[in-house]
């Protein structure tokens, strides 16, 4: 069999690595500047997803911290200094993950996460990846984040290859909303952030396992919506 697609494009947390434990960490840092306690790694997997500035948020209401206007922006804009800091490599790739990326070389690959730009590049270069994909877009890089589609066209774009030729692989309900708004192709990881039952996101792969991901993409077995 010929493969489906020429490129493949990536969310990150929760679809790559699973950053959970890392965010859980840099949060609790911000909150230990205030003398309260951190939050859980459960509360974290239901604050992400919607880009650091909507977690921060969700934070600081958990906690009772101010999240709105100034003195609300002024603790978003400090967590993002935390953010930015942290180190890269607090954030394990899930296993399998490096494998299927070893292969897919020979495609063009591509990152869209709402993620901010520099916390991006700190666990791309952690774990020795940042070359392998052509184009990364994060949640600064336009005005606008995920599932608002235009991140994910824009990466396309840069790849230079149309969307017929594009699978575009996420964990949650922002990335399965943002591969139907650009009209793409679409495959969830079934361990990542999501809040809903896997089988009601609409998807041509469901997976647990990187491999079924390779082999679907290279074309050596079907999706048929497995995990």
């Known amino acids: 069999m010929t493969r489906r697609y020429d490129a493949v494009i990536f969310d990150l947390d929760g679809t790559l690595i699973d950053s959970a434990e890392a965010i859980t ?7 230990a500047e205030h003398n309260i306690p951190p939050i859980t790694i459960e509360e ?5 997803g919607n880009g650091g500035d909507v977690f921060a948020r969700r934070m ?7 999240a709105e206007g ?24 899930y296993s399998g993950a490096e494998d299927m990326l070893d292969a897919l ?19 791309l270069d952690a774990l020795g990846w940042r070359q392998r ?14 599932p608002d589609p235009e991140p994910l066209l824009h990466t396309m774009r840069e790849l230079g290859v149309p969307h017929q030729r594009v699978l575009f692989v996420g ?38 396992d ?18």
């Not at 974290?44 to 992400?48: C, D, E, K, L, Y």
């Open 210 to 227: 990187f491999s079924a991901l390779s082999d679907f993409v290279l074309g050596t077995a079907d999706g048929s919506g497995r995990s």
């Open 25 to 31: 960490l840099i949060a609790g840092r911000f909150l």
């Open 133 to 146: 994909f052509g184009s990364v877009v994060a949640g600064d890089t336009l005005a606008v984040k995920k």
């Open 60 to 66: 600081l209401r958990a906690r009772g911290l101010e």
């Open 171 to 208: 964990d949650s309900e922002v990335d399965t909303q943002t591969a139907l708004a650009a009209g793409v192709d679409y495959a969830l990881h079934t361990n990542g952030y999501r809040k809903t039952p896997a089988e009601e996101l609409p998807a041509l792969l469901r997976f647990d």
């Open 105 to 123: 070389v020979g495609l063009a690959l591509g990152m869209c996460t709402n993620k901010p730009y520099e916390p991006t590049l700190n666990v």
């Open 44 to 48: 974290t997997r239901g604050f992400v």
């Open 70 to 93: 100034a003195e609300g922006d002024a603790h978003v804009t400090r967590f993002f200094e935390f953010y930015a800091a942290a180190p890269g490599e607090e954030n394990p790739p």
